[in-house]
């Protein structure tokens, strides 16, 4: 199979006042081509760090991060931005819509950046508006919508552009239970049928349910790469104190 991200010994270190944060510890990880990986761990564990990484928002303090056989760190900013324009769709926890525009105008942003013509931008975003169930919302604005609505926004705006890859920190978080099983229902078709590779950090076991594996991180290092049954039976992190590991997960 394919490898669409390479994490190879992957450090992060954040400076906090005189103080050095280490978030992720010599991080190695392969992610094929089609795959439903969910990534798990209690909080400061690495996980939104590791997404961060892997979807071109940061570069690493050591080690290396190449996605579509790209190394991250020896692209330009010019080059980033276009690789997360082209091949990456983002499902943030805190939805970062653009407040000015309406629904539909944030979900057709990227296809905009991508210069798709005007009419298949309205066809395609229509469309998805309609399958995460707020069509009717298409010129709201995020302020006039709840949470779980501006949610289904973000998760329109990431798939809009039929991305290779996407990356989403806690995608259900904001849904009740019959929208996050038609988000995911979304999610595992993109998954079956246009060999959409995603990668989400959860603490929800519905999600964690339907990945392909679980790779299970603590205190910013690789413990182990489990099935989901097996991830799921552990809990939702299932990670005894000490048990974090350098080894790599493929």
Excluded: W
């Amino acid at each position: 199979m394919k490898t669409i991200v390479a994490v190879k010994n992957a450090t992060k270190d954040y400076a906090l006042g005189n103080t050095t944060v280490q978030a992720l510890r010599g991080v190695t990880l392969d992610v094929h081509e089609g795959e439903f990986l969910s990534i798990a761990g209690p909080s400061g564990s690495g996980k939104t760090t590791l997404l961060n990484l892997i979807g071109c928002v940061d570069v690493p303090t050591a080690g290396t991060v190449s996605v579509a056989g790209m190394e991250t760190g020896k692209l330009s900013e010019r080059q980033l931005t276009r690789l997360r324009l082209n091949t990456i769709g983002f499902i943030f926890q805190s939805f970062n819509l653009v407040s000015v525009l309406s629904v539909l105008q944030n979900v057709e942003l990227p296809l905009l950046l991508q210069r798709t013509p005007a009419r298949e931008r309205t066809q395609r975003v229509l469309a998805l508006l309609e399958r995460v169930g707020i069509r009717e919302y298409a010129k709201h604005r995020p302020s006039e919508l709840s949470g779980g609505q501006r949610q289904r926004v973000a998760i329109a705006r990431a798939l809009v552009s039929r991305p290779q890859l996407v990356l989403a920190d806690e995608p259900t978080a904001n849904l009740d239970s019959t929208t996050g099983q038609n988000i995911l229902d979304l999610m595992k078709e993109l998954n079956r049928t246009e060999r959409t590779t995603f990668i989400f950090s959860t603490h929800d076991a519905r999600v964690m349910a339907h990945a392909s594996a679980v790779i299970r991180l603590a205190d910013g290092k690789f413990v182990d790469r489990v099935s989901a049954a097996e991830a799921v039976r552990a809990g939702l992190h299932g990670i005894p104190a000490g048990a974090a590991t350098s080894g790599a997960a493929s």
